[in-house]
């Protein structure tokens, strides 16, 4: 047991055998909004082993979206422990920072956030054009994650040739296609019609069981029990952490 | 290393994609830059023009001769000084030669006495006006750097006798005669009957001024008969060491001396001038006409270079979501900055090789329209206007590619 947890939740969050990727640990963020300051985070510790099917839930300035960017190494705590897969994060400058990001976490975004004027291998490409992959590589490897998430026939459209589900499936060939350690993603189904979003769900179950680290920031209930443990955060601080049940 | 290339391609790649999918915009971002570059390669072409007409006209004087006058070239302040110097006599470039002849080892060549006057050339009903004629001993050949398109120099028999023959410069013999041969044919010197025994090719004008084709050389003994050498002559003195113009000035001046027997600590009543002096006076004019010239027509790529960065500005905020997601994706700030920088470069290019192409067909066009004018297009004025170019566009597009590269992906990726 870490002595980082707090005390009345250590006994409830489930251990799975992998080893661990993500260690956060009295992690706090402050935010200056003009003359005041903000508590997003307020000591949280958090650990995420390899295959873990996470979900973060919590009302809107629950500091969920702070903890997502934290997770996520677009932005840095102001005190407390960050390690990634045993780097310290915490004091890691810009560029260390994204190429934590290329090479070890995926993003998939509620509005996709696809360049519009590429195609889908292009956009599926970008991040490997950023890791140093030479072009035949590039494509060899964004075609076989494209045909993955079930879109081998869609290779050459571009994002407005594509349905709003196809859309989320090239972001996540987008995210898959570094092999990272984890994928995050932040409300993947928001922008999607219910039936969609099942798909997409459908989609994160089947590469949690070929072994990715998922982990999904959600404020839907349906969407975050598709996930095998839920953290839930108030205001700045971890409400409970527990397995889905 | 190898990502750095991957990563400008891809710059590139964008770059392009984005001038393309925004084509009126980065026409009319482009228009400025190629104005700028217009106004600028016009300007050089037109200063290398310039310097081009410098040059011939100071090689029409000749670089191995030393002119001999009562007045320095380029005029003086201190006029009152110089009025009542004697006049240079055509006499006193025999006595020149004399000494010249004494001395051992000199410098100098040969002198040659020039009288000069402005005439009318009269050939049968055509008549040419403001002729310079020139009234020279036969050594005149010796100085000359042009040659005789037909004929030739009158010899020293028909010098010495001043016999009426005379040689017309390209002009006037072109244009009472058409196209005839003038060889032979009479013409009226102020209304004295000469014959035609040779004519000079084509030189052109000194600096626009005055035409080297526009004159008449006749023999210095009948200058002498028929107009009046009492103004004064010029006195022309041929170099053997166009490397040692100094030494031989000085030779020059001391020969002068002796000829004006003037007496030591006696000022020079005579100047001895030289085209590297006409030079040096007109460096400084050259360069001032450049300066300004390159100054102004500069102002106008600096409007284009600010279209640049403006729209580059524009460019930034309206992609700030795609910035934040490449930075999401693992894009460094170089990456980003190098993007943005592409692209300002990229539209400068464009606008660099319009703006080249246009100078290029201007400068085509002015060169049929005015042949006399000085407009030179060269080889490095390619080279110095895609630098420029590109400059521009570096030096515009720093400001808001790196505000770009510093953004918070947080911020970027939450803009809408």
């Known amino acids: 047991m870490s002595p980082s947890l707090a005390p009345e939740l250590a006994g409830r969050v489930t251990r799975p055998s992998g080893p661990l990727v993500i260690d956060i640990a009295g992690v706090t963020k402050l935010y200056k909004m003009g003359e005041e300051i903000i508590h997003a985070l307020r000591g949280v510790s958090v650990q995420i082993h390899r295959n873990e099917y996470l979900a973060i839930m919590g009302p809107s300035g629950s500091g969920k979206s702070t903890l997502m960017n934290m997770l996520g190494c677009l932005d840095t705590p102001t005190a407390g422990r960050y390690e990634f897969n045993g780097k310290n994060v915490a004091t890691m400058v810009d560029d260390e920072l994204a190429d934590i990001r290329n090479r070890e976490i995926g993003f998939v975004f509620q509005t996709f956030n696809l360049l519009p004027r590429s195609t889908a291998l292009a956009n599926v490409e970008l991040p490997l054009i950023y890791a140093g992959y030479s072009p035949s590589e590039r494509r060899e490897r964004a075609i076989h994650t494209l045909e993955n998430v079930g879109l081998g026939s869609r290779l050459h459209h571009k994002p407005n040739e594509l349905s709003g589900g196809q859309r989320q499936r090239v972001a996540i060939a987008r995210a898959l296609v570094n092999k990272p350690s984890i994928i995050l993603a932040d409300e993947p189904t928001g922008n999607l019609d219910s039936k969609t979003g099942v798909e997409i769900m459908a989609l994160f179950e089947q590469l949690y069981a070929q072994g990715n680290t998922l982990i999904v920031v959600t404020h839907e209930e349906d969407i975050a029990r598709h996930a095998r443990r839920i953290v839930r955060l108030r205001d700045g601080l971890i409400e409970s952490d527990g397995p889905v049940g | 290393m190898t990502r750095l290339v991957y990563e400008l391609t891809e710059s590139f790649r964008i770059a392009f994609a984005q001038i393309r999918a925004n084509k009126l915009r980065s026409v009319l971002t482009a228009l400025g830059v190629i ?369 770009a590269s510093r953004l918070d992906p947080v911020v970027a990726l939450r803009y809408e």
């Open chain 2, 35 to 403: 104005i700028g570059i217009v106004a600028v390669t016009l300007m050089g072409t037109a200063i290398g023009g310039i310097d081009k007409g410098f040059t011939n006209s100071l090689a029409m004087l000749g670089d191995d001769v030393l002119y001999v006058e009562k007045w320095p070239w380029g005029g003086v302040e201190d006029w009152w000084n110089y009025a009542n110097r004697p006049p240079i006599r055509p006499e006193d470039a025999e006595k020149l030669n004399r000494v010249i002849e004494q001395t051992p080892n000199s410098l100098l060549e040969v002198a040659v006495p020039v009288s000069s006057r402005g005439n009318s050339v009269k050939a049968g009903e055509n008549k040419v006006s403001g002729v310079q004629t020139l009234g020279t001993t036969a050594d005149y050949g010796r100085l000359i750097t042009a040659d005789f398109s037909e004929g030739r120099l009158f010899n020293e028999t028909e010098a010495v006798g001043g016999r009426p023959v005379c040689v017309l410069g390209f002009d006037v013999a072109e244009a009472p005669f058409q196209g005839r041969s003038p060889l032979d044919e009479t013409v009226m010197l102020a209304g004295h009957p000469f014959t035609v025994i040779g004519v000079v090719s084509k030189q052109g004008s000194f600096l626009g001024l005055f035409s080297f084709d526009n004159q008449a050389i006749i023999p210095l003994e009948a200058f002498r008969k028929y107009f009046s050498v009492r103004r004064g002559a010029q006195i022309r003195v041929k170099i053997t060491d166009k490397n040692r113009v100094a030494e031989a000035r000085e030779e020059l001046i001391g020969a002068m001396r002796r000829v004006r027997a003037q007496l030591p600590g006696e000022r020079d009543n005579f100047n001895v001038n030289e085209q590297g002096a006409f030079k040096a006076q007109l460096d400084p004019i050259k360069q001032g006409i450049a300066l300004a010239g390159l100054f102004i027509t500069g102002l106008s790529l600096f409007v284009g270079a600010i279209g640049i960065m403006n729209i580059t500005f524009v460019s930034v905020k309206e992609r700030t979501k795609e910035i934040g997601t490449r930075k999401a994706l693992g894009a460094r700030r170089r990456t980003i900055l190098l993007q943005f920088l592409i692209e300002a470069v990229s539209i400068c290019l464009i606008g660099g090789v319009a703006g080249l192409a246009l100078t290029y067909g201007l400068v085509l066009a002015v060169g049929a329209a005015f042949p006399a004018m000085p407009v030179e297009f060269s080889i490095s004025l390619v080279f110095v206007s895609m630098a420029v170019s590109i400059i521009t566009g570096i030096v515009s597009g720093f400001a808001p590619a790196y505000g």
